[in-house]
C-alpha cells in the first residue's frame, strides 16, 4: 500500500474510534497507576494509528510495517527486556495489558509484538551470548530489526519434536537445510530464530540473518485470517552460518517451548482485547439498531448475547490478572498458561461469533472489525499450540498420563 494512502486513511479517520473497555469487576484497581497509565497510552496509539488504517490493510492483505518504529517507540517490543539490552524491565501485567490493546485492534499487529518480544528478543535474551543481546537486541527492541520465529515445518506442526531441519559443522561454521512454514513476519524479517537439530540431533537454536546465501522466506498468500499480517516460509538451502549465531545457552525442545510459555501468556491477554472490541460494537449497535419499531438491545434475546459476552471477558480477564500475578512471582506452570490460552481464545471466538450476529447483514461487513477479529481468531486458536493440543497438556497435568505417547 502507498504511504499516501496511509496518510489519507490516518487522516480520515481520525477520532472515529470511542473505544472505552469492560472492567464490570472493577480490575482496574488490581491495577497500578503506572499499569494503567501505560495500557491507556497503547490504547491511545491503537486509536489513532491502527485503527484508522486496519480495514483497509486487512482487505488488501498488506501489513503495515510503517508502524513497526512507532511499536519500538511505544516500548511494545520485548517489555519484560533489561533496559540495557533497549527493554524497559516491565513486569508480566504490563506486557499483557499491551497485548490487550494491541489486539483490539488487530490480532495481527499483536501478532508481529508477541513474535518480536517474547519469541525472538526472550530466547535471546534468556540463551543468547553476550555479544548476540548486544547485536540484536536494542534493534528489535526499537523495531529497526523484525523478528521471526521458525519451529513449525511442513510436516511437523503440532509435534515440532520430529522437526527434520539439521545442520552440519564445518569449521567455525554450521550449514543449515531444510524448511520452516507458516512463520508470522517472514517475508520481512531481518533475523529468525530458528529450531534445527544438530548432528547429534538435539534441538538447538540459531540466529539466522537476511542476506546469509541460501536463505529465503517466500510469503504465504492467500489467507482469510490474519489479513494484516505477513506470514511466510523460511527455506535453508546449505546456509553457511557462523557458529557464533547458535544460542549457546540451551539445548532440546525445551528451548523453543519455554519461549512459547511467554507468547500463550500475552495471547491469553490478546484475545480480551478482541473480545471487548467485538463486544463494545455488538453493544452500540444493539441500541441504535431499531426493528419492530424499537432498539434491537430491548430484544431479551440479544440482551441474552451481550450479557454472556460480558460474563465471559470478565472470567477471562480474571483468569489473565491472576495469570499475570503468577508470572511476575516466577511461579506460573506451563498447564496454567495452557488452560488460560485455550479459555481465552475460545470466549473470544464465541463473543466474536455471537457479537457478529447482533449487527444482522452488516456484520459481515469491514465498516466494522467484529468479522475481522473472528476470521483472525482462528489462526490465534490454531498458532501457539492448537486447541486440542492445549487441552491435552492440561490433561497430562489433571491424570499424570500423557496422550501425546
Ligand atoms: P515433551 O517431552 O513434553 O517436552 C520436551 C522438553 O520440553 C520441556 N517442556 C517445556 N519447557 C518449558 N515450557 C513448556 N511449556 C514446556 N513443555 C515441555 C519438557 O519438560 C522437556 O524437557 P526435558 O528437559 O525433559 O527435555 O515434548 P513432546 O515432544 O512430548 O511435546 C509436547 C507438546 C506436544 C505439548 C509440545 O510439543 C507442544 O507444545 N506442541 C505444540 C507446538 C506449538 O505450540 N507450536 C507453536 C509454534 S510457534 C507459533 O505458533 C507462533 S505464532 C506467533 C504469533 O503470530 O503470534
Ligand atoms: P497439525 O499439527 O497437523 O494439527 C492438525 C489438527 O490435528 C489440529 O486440529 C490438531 O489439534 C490435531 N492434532 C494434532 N496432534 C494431535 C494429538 N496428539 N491429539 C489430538 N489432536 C491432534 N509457527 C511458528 O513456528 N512460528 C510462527 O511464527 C507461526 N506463526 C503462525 C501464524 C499463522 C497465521 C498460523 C496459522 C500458524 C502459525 N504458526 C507458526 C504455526 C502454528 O504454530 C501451527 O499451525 C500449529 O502449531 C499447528 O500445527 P499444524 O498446522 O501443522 O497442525
Redesign the pocket.
Known sequence: MERSKLEQLWQSNLNRDTFTGCDFYSIDDLLTEEHLQIRDSVRTWVKNRVSPIINDCAQESYFPKELLPEMGNLGVFGPHVPTKYGGSDADYLTYGLMMQEIERGDSGI??TA??QGS?VMHPIHLYGSEEQKQKFLPKLANGTYLGA?G??EPDH?????GMQTHFTEDGDFIVLNGSKTWI?NAPLADIAIVWAKNPEGKVQGVIVERGMEGFTTPEIQNKWSLRA?ATGELVFNDVRIPKTNILPGVI???GP??C??S?RYG?CWGVIGAAMDCFETAKKYALERLQFGKPIASFQLQQKKLSEALTEITKAQLMAWRLGVLMNEGKAT?AQ?SMAKRNNVEIALNVARECRQILGGNGISGDYSIMRHMANLESVIT???THD?HL??LGMEITGI?A??
Open positions: 499483536r501478532s508477541s513474535v519469541l520465529f519451529l513449525t506442526g503440532s509435534n515440532p519434536n508470522s499480517s532440546g525442545l525445551k517451548l519455554s512459547l510459555n507468547a495471547i506451563p498458561i498458532y501457539e499450540g493440543i491435552l497438556i500423557n501425546f505417547e
